[in-house]
T-cell receptor, first 114, second 111 residues
Framework: DTGVSQDPRHKITKRGQNVTFRCDPI?????LYWYRQTLGQGPEFLTY????????KSRLLSDRFSAERPKGSFSTLEIQRTEQGDSAMYLC????????????FGPGTRLTVT | KQEVTQIPAALSVPEGENLVLNCSFT??????LQWFRQDPGKGLTSLLL?????REQTSGRLNASLDKSSGRSTLYIAASQPGDSATYLC??????????FGTGTRLKVLA
């Protein structure tokens, strides 16, 4: 297993378009997290799944954002009607409940909204 | 509401120096504290995880300590090398598993 993977690595889109990102966690990790990071800041929590259940959503996650984790494996994060303020690095992490919950991060998807 | 602060925001040291990065948090009821390294434009690399019942963890030249009662953690880097240049992030979880991150310390080790 090579770790958490994310696709695409970079995405440039025009304002108003919809975008979807994918995260493949480390296999058998039951928890999956999405964070957003803007330049010069630490990552901010967006949402978290335990298996296929979405257990917590940040107030940062407006109605334009939706995340899924069908069958408790990979996850997708969709942003509808993108705005320039959505430009950021979107990071995915996974952890194993009985492994001390150490979070392992993917390389991120850099979104630029023009 | 948990808040995490990292001091200093930036640090520049000559190669070979030992150094300490600081992390403080406002709510001592934490579950985990994890230190990460981030290279420019990249994701986060886990360095050390300290669970709430632990006082310190060590990996190679790195040592992280945790004092929950005072709301502090330190990351000690021994014999720094230019390859250690990166941003170091501290993150804490308070039972809901999500992490609250500090804004990081940008470290530059000069050859």
């Amino acid at each position: 297993d090579t770790g958490v993977s994310q696709d695409p690595r970079h995405k440039i889109t025009k304002r108003g378009q919809n975008v979807t990102f994918r995260c493949d966690p480390i296999s058998e990790h039951n928890r999956l997290y999405w964070y957003r990071q803007t330049l010069g800041q630490g990552p901010e929590f967006l949402t978290y799944f335990q298996n296929e259940a979405q257990l917590e959503k940040s107030r940062l996650l407006s109605d334009r954002f939706s995340a899924e984790r069908p069958k408790g494996s990979f996850s997708t994060l969709e942003i509808q009607r993108t705005e320039q303020g959505d430009s950021a690095m979107y990071l995915c992490a996974s952890s194993l409940t009985w492994g001390g919950d150490e979070q392992y991060f993917g390389p991120g998807t850099r979104l630029t909204v023009t | 509401k948990q808040e995490v602060t990292q001091i200093p925001a930036a640090l520049s040291v000559p190669e070979g120096e030992n150094l300490v990065l600081n992390c403080s948090f406002t709510d001592s009821a934490i579950y985990n504290l994890q230190w990460f390294r981030q290279d420019p434009g990249k994701g986060l690399t886990s360095l050390l995880l300290i669970q709430s019942s632990q006082r310190e963890q060590t990996s190679g030249r790195l040592n992280a300590s945790l004092d929950k009662s005072s709301g502090r953690s330190t990351l000690y880097i021994a014999a720094s090398q230019p390859g250690d240049s990166a941003t170091y992030l501290c993150a804490v979880s308070s039972g809901t598993y999500k992490y609250i991150f500090g804004t990081g310390t940008r470290l530059k080790v000069l050859a």
